[in-house]
């Protein structure tokens, strides 16, 4: 498949309510929109990387940058067998791995779509439908109660609290009193240290599933010390972002569960060996989310039907975040399940006429 031309975009959605984590509040979504063409073809997706360096260390300026100047002019004009040949070519290039991702992925669409197959199966999955739970921002306790109350009556599978300091002990009292059988876990978005470990260990008392990502984005060891004091499994997103990286965590103890989000793994082929060594290690993992629209959402859905995706994922429905979507098709859940996009490739199409008022910039390349 050969790469004759591309369209890069930067797309600005508003949110329909702020979200706030640990490092800070998000009150609308800025992202690279990516289009590769190939024979009459167009595949899609979008970056995952925020506007500063609050997540993880990329920025949307920094991936713009790269990707007009090196990875676009890199893979334009050339002929790639398969997903894998694209993604070894990259590889050399130290981290950036969501950069890296945007371009893996737009090709994965492209190439499912030429063979005329569903992302889901060019990837081996299988499956309709996946279980999705809903992540819910900061905000007063009364309000979360209220929120968690209305996802639940929805249908959603597991809860998951944002949590920070001098807001996590008192929030999961009053949450887990209101909702004794609910699966309930927590993300600490790396604002916790060892130092914390007493505090977090009075976690072991409100039934967690797992405890995501308490320690710094890049430590992998503190979570090993941390797990092996703790009964809860702590889960592991910030500081997976490569193989090696789970390989590591899984060796070590130092997660008991992944989330894999495929945009933050350098895209497709990185997320599936994460998701292989860990089946390995018998070790669950499921899908993260970024907030993303339906063109990153859509691929998160594919990935999520591979087996050992088998805890409820953060992909809910686009009405949470957008009053509109950039796809014409609206990826709902219904009672707590998230369809997969039927068709070839991503299977969602986009709403070109809403995504040019999106549309801050645009770029076209040609090989
Ligand atoms: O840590 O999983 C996270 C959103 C933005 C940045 C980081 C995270 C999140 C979420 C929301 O938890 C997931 C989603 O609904 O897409
Ligand atoms: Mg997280």
Known sequence: LRIDGATLRLVRLPLVTPFTIATGTMTEKVFPLLTLRADGLEGFAEGVMDPLPDYLEETVAGAMSLLEQVLLPQVLGQTFLNPESLATLLAPWRANHMAKATVEMAFWDLWAKSLNLPLQTVLGGTGDAIDVGVSLGIGPIAGTIDRVAAHLQQGYKRIKLKVKPGHDIGLLHAVRAEFPDAHLTVDANCCYTLADTGLIRRMDDFALDYIEQPLAWDDIHDHATLQSRIRTPICLDECIRTVEHARKALQTDAARVINIKVGRSGGHAAARRIHDLCEAFQVP??????????????????????????????????????TRDIIEQQLE???????????????VTLDLDYLKTATLSHQDFRA
């Open 285 to 322: 993992v499921w899908c993260g989310g970024m907030l993303e629209s339906g063109i990153g959402r859509a691929h998160n859905i594919h990935l999520s039907t591979l087996p050992n995706f088998s805890k409820p994922g953060d992909t809910s429905s686009a009405s949470r975040y957008f």
């Open 333 to 347: 859940t219904v009672s707590g399940r998230m369809p997969v996009p039927k068709g070839p490739g991503i299977g």
